[in-house]
Every structure is written in C-alpha cells, then in structure tokens.
C-alpha cells in the first residue's frame, strides 16, 4: 500500500475513533489533521458531477425568482458565508440565523445549526427550497433546467437520465460542496502537526496550551474537525432585531410556527430554541450544534446568530463562563484568562484556518432558456 493511502487511511480510522470514543464518554479526541471527506457510495463524485454541482450552486434559475442561488448566501470571498450577522434571506424577508459557512460542511454528520439534516444532499433540497432561503419550488426549478440545452446534456452525460431531476440536482451540489474543504498544507496548525515545529509562533504555542487545557476548548471543540458535533446551551445573547425589527419578528414567529409549535409558542416565543425544533423536548431549547473552528479567521461573525463580531469577542464571551440559559452546559464556566492569554488563544485559533482564504472562481454558466421542439402533427 503506497504511503500516503496509508496515511489517508489512518486519519479516517483516527477520526470515526475518535468520535465514537468521545461518544462512549472518554476523554475528547485531540485535534488533528483533517483526512479526506468521506464520499457517500451512493453519490460518488465525479470531476463531471462536481462541475455540474458548481453550476447549479451558482445559478439564480434554481430559486423561486431567480435572485438566491446556493452562492449569495455563501460567497467564496466572505469565507463561503455572507459576512452578516443574520443572513439576508429571500427578498422581502430576513432570515432568523447567520448563514454557517460551507467550509468543510462535507465532514458533518448533521447540518444546519439545529442537526436538522444529515446529507448534504438533504442540506441543498433544505436551503433551495426553503421558504426564507431559496423559496424554490422543486416542480418549477426541475422544469427549468429542462429548457436549458445544456443542463439537458450534462444531466444525461452524468446521472444517464433524458431530462434533468431535481433530486440529481441536488446530489450534484453536493459532490460540488465535498470539494470546498481545507487544504492541510496550508494550516499553520496542520504543518505543525505534521513536525513543522517553526509553523506556530510562540504566542500561538500557548494559546494551543490554553486549548487544550484552561480554556477548556478541547471538550466541545474536539477531533480533526474542531467540533464534537453535539448540541450545547451557551447563553448567546438574543439578535436585538428579534424585538425591535418588524420583518425578523415575522420569519422568527413563523419559524416557530412552521416547525409545528402551538399558537401559545409561536406567539410568545422570543428566542431561537435552537434543537427543540427537532426533538420538542424542553431539555434542548437554547441548544445548537457546536460549529468547526477551522478557517475561523475567514467567517465572522460568530454564533448562530452572528452577535459576536470578532474572535476576541468569542473569547471574552467564554472568559465571562457565557450568558444565562434554562440548559446552559455545565462546561461553560468563567476562565479567568489574563489579556495575553486572549491574545495567545486567538492567535492559536487563527492558526486553525489556511494561510489564505479558499477561493472559486464563478463557473459559465448556460444561457438562456430554448423552447421545446413541438411534436409532429399527426398525419391524415
């Protein structure tokens, strides 16, 4: 076996054990390496099916008027998000939460800041068709990208199909988002690991030291990814649009309401309950999924609902041990960190993401819609 499958192998095995470790209740996995993404067997990718996926993410026709593809809500120089504290939804709305970045989204196992979908595949169908999102219709969508020539003839080239499907669709922008990951070559952290011991400076050095040890980070940021990917209540503190901004309280009221809340919930609700969406349990409101801290230093603002601006505001939110939760996780607990010690963790948490931002250019994208060839008349 030549040694850099080897390797790739290795890393796999030492996250999914990791993992499972920290899941059975050992001690959290250390950070490390990222290996490769792993690639569901039932939609392999393809150079084909990835360029077919970044077109798809980049084009306006699969959104409900043709103004909110994939890529408005997640630019590649905003750090693949949109560099706002909540993201800007479809026109006439806002959204309730800030737009995650896609960076390395391949190795979550739940997606969206509740865990409210487990694919990728699932992840595109949700942020396409959702209402504050994309606001497509799948029916009007598909029908487009049939009379466009070219979609026809990539759809058949690559899923072997006579017109395209909406469900390929999104099995093509998901191979396309598999692609969007950090490159370990170019993390200081990374080429530390990998015995560049000049690749982290002597204040990064301590803040990896604070990590792992009096800022506690390690017990929710944990593995390769820099996430556990479990559920937490921190006490972020409520978006101020949620009282005095008239449209953020119609998305936010009728987030509770599509997600089945009685009228007594939805009416009332004043804050993002975050994983009761999912599970309705009174134990899990104020909970959302720890988020990967790679690339940090590329997508601000943080939180699920941006209110923190910068990694210094990150920090001294958790020296203060967060705000005031019904389920506050008992981990978060004041750190008394001094003024250096901040300025080492972030420099350390700076050194989680690539020495520059990962940057795609816009693909070509089909031109305009041709119509359908009518059917022969039939003959006398």
Not at 39 to 48: A, L, M, R, S, V
Request: aromatic share 10%; hydrophobic share 35%.
């Amino acid at each position: 076996m030549k040694p850099m499958i080897k390797l790739g192998m290795a890393l796999i095995g030492s996250l999914s054990i990791g993992l499972s470790a920290y899941a059975a209740g050992a001690k959290p996995a250390p950070l490390g390496p990222l290996p490769p993404p792993s690639i569901p067997k039932d939609n392999p990718n393809t150079p084909e099916k990835v360029e077919l996926g970044k077109k798809l993410f980049w084009d306006a026709r699969l959104s409900g008027d043709g103004s909110s593809p994939c890529v408005v809500c997640h630019l590649p120089q905003l750090g693949w998000g949109d560099n706002l504290d909540i993201s800007r939804g479809y026109p006439g709305t806002r959204h309730w939460r800030n737009s995650q970045t896609i960076l390395n989204s391949a190795y979550y196992n739940k997606l969206f800041w509740e865990g409210s979908t487990t694919s990728l595949e699932g992840q595109a169908a949700g942020a396409a068709e959702g209402a504050i999102a994309g606001n497509g219709d799948p029916s009007v969508m598909e029908m487009r990208m049939r009379f466009l020539p070219e979609y026809v003839a990539e759809f058949k080239m690559v899923f072997g199909t006579e017109w395209p499907r909406m469900n390929d669709a999104y099995r093509a922008m998901a191979a396309y988002q598999r692609t969007i990951v950090t490159d370990a070559k170019k993390v200081p952290f990374d080429r530390y690991m990998a015995g560049d011991k000049g690749a982290l400076n002597a204040s990064q050095k301590r803040g990896m030291a604070l990590y792992n040890g009096k800022a506690n980070c390690l017990s929710c940021h944990s593995g390769p990814l820099a996430s556990d990917q479990k559920f937490y209540a921190l006490g972020v503190p409520d978006h101020p649009a949620f009282k005095n901004d008239v449209i953020t309280q119609v998305t936010h009221r009728w987030q509770w309401y599509q997600k089945g809340m009685p009228e007594s919930a939805y009416r009332n609700g004043a804050d993002d309950a975050g994983l009761y969406y999912v599970t309705k349990n009174p134990k899990d409101i104020g909970k959302f999924r720890v988020p990967s801290l790679r690339e940090l230093k590329y997508t601000a603002p943080y939180m699920h609902n941006g209110v923190l601006a910068t990694l210094a505001d990150v920090v001294d939110f958790y020296d203060r041990g967060g705000g005031v939760a019904a389920n506050k996780s008992p981990l978060i607990k004041p750190l008394k960190l001094s003024a250096q010690e901040k300025k080492d963790l972030v420099a350390f948490l700076e050194a989680l993401s690539m020495d520059t931002p990962l940057l795609h250019d816009a693909p070509k994208l089909p031109g305009d819609y041709q119509p359908l060839p009518q059917p022969a008349a039939p003959a006398n």
